[in-house]
Structures are given as structure tokens and as C-alpha cells.
């Protein structure tokens, strides 16, 4: 266990207890930021920070709801066969004022807030409706390539819900691979396992990002 820990001190920072608590979850965001496991001091630049997390998750949700992600799909090339062998779906905010908003800007604090398991369940739909497409019209675009996050396979409806996305588009089960990386498999590594047998078990590729980083 490691703790992120915010200070903010009476009477510098605040003089009621309302604002001092404030002020110091904003400098427990800033101990995230820095790695976890260590405290960081409230500073008047961290209110700003807080606020533009607030704008961003409720942007995000605007997304959401607005069906604003949209899926862009990078292909894996065989050099020996030269063709295509699949394609990894890769999300991106089409925001209709920014434009496109890249995932590193609003990735992380999908994570934290728990709104990654939206964002996937929607990138997993639109990717696996496109690949059924193509292959209906007789193209082989491969295996899908779709990221996953621990979050959305430790829900209990997660399998049920791909089986009957997979059984509503005709995807086979061929056609997709999950990637997840190995920091996360590594928090709770037999549970995660077993889950991904299963997945596996039903003819599903599993391949493992970041290899090396979780010391497996």
C-alpha cells in the first residue's frame, strides 16, 4: 500500500475549513501527478489544474454522449507476405470546437474517473461493426487489435456483453485480439489471469503491451 497525500496549511492557504480541504485534495492530485507515494504542499497554480480536470471529465461525458470518439485503425503489415495482417483500433476525440484531441490529453483521467470503461465499450462496438463490414463485403482486413483495460474486464458484465456484441455484428472470434499490458495484469495477476483464460478459451487472441514493464 503507498499514499498520495495533499497539504494545505491555516491560515497560509485558507482560513475555513471548507477551502483548506479543497486546497488539499487539489495538492493530492498533484502527488498523483508526481508518481504516487509521496505529499505535496498546496499551491495557488493547483486551483486552476483542479478546474480544468473538472472541465475535462465533464467534457468527456459530453463526448460520450454526443458519440464524439471516433476510431482510427493503424495497420499491422507483414513485411514477408506484404499484407495487411490486422489493424489496431485506436481511439480519438473528434471535439467539435478543439478538433481532434489526442489520448494522451484525456486518457489518464478517463482512468482515474472510471469513464475508460465507457470510451473502450464504445471504441469496442464501432471497431467490431467496421471489421464485420469489410469482411461481409469481402475484404480481409486481419485481426482487430483492441486495447483493454483491467478495469473493463474486472466487471462482471464484460464477457456477457462481448459474446452478445459479437453474436448482434457476426464477428467471429478469430477476427479479434485483446492486448493488455502487463503493469495492470500484474496488480492482481491469478485473477487477471484466469479472467483472460477464459477469454482466450473462447478463441480470442490475448497479447500483453508494455512486456517486461510488470515483471512477469
Do not use: C
Not at 7 to 31: G, H, Q, V, W
Not at 41 to 50: C, E, H, K, L
Request: charged share 25%.
Amino acid at each position: 500500500m503507498t499514499s498520495s497525500i495533499g497539504i494545505s496549511i491555516y491560515p497560509d492557504d485558507a482560513t475555513n475549513e471548507a477551502n483548506l480541504i479543497k486546497f488539499s485534495d487539489a495538492a493530492m492530485y498533484r502527488a498523483k501527478d508526481e508518481g504516487r507515494n509521496n505529499y505535496q504542499y498546496y499551491a495557488s497554480d493547483m486551483t486552476a489544474n483542479a478546474y480544468e480536470r473538472v472541465i475535462m471529465e465533464t467534457s468527456i461525458r459530453v463526448a460520450l454522449q454526443e458519440d464524439q470518439f471516433v476510431v482510427y485503425y493503424q495497420p499491422q503489415y507483414d513485411i514477408k507476405q506484404e499484407t495487411i495482417v490486422g489493424m489496431e483500433a485506436l481511439v480519438r476525440w473528434q471535439h467539435p470546437e478543439r478538433g481532434i484531441i489526442p489520448p494522451a490529453d484525456f486518457i489518464p483521467l478517463s482512468e482515474e474517473t472510471g469513464l475508460i470503461v465507457e470510451i473502450d465499450r464504445v471504441v469496442m462496438k464501432k471497431a467490431m461493426k467496421q471489421f464485420s463490414l469489410w469482411y461481409k463485403k469481402g475484404l480481409n482486413p486481419g485481426v482487430l487489435a483492441l486495447n483493454l483495460g483491467m478495469k473493463q474486464l474486472n466487471r462482471e458484465d464484460f464477457l456477457s456483453n462481448l459474446l452478445t456484441l459479437m453474436k448482434e455484428l457476426s464477428f467471429e472470434a478469430k477476427w479479434l485480439e485483446l492486448e493488455v499490458t502487463e503493469g495492470q495484469v500484474m496488480n492482481k495477476p491469478e485473477a487477471s489471469i484466469k479472467k483472460l483464460q477464459i477469454i482466450n478459451n473462447l478463441g480470442i487472441e490475448i497479447a500483453i503491451d508494455d512486456f517486461g514493464t510488470g515483471y512477469s
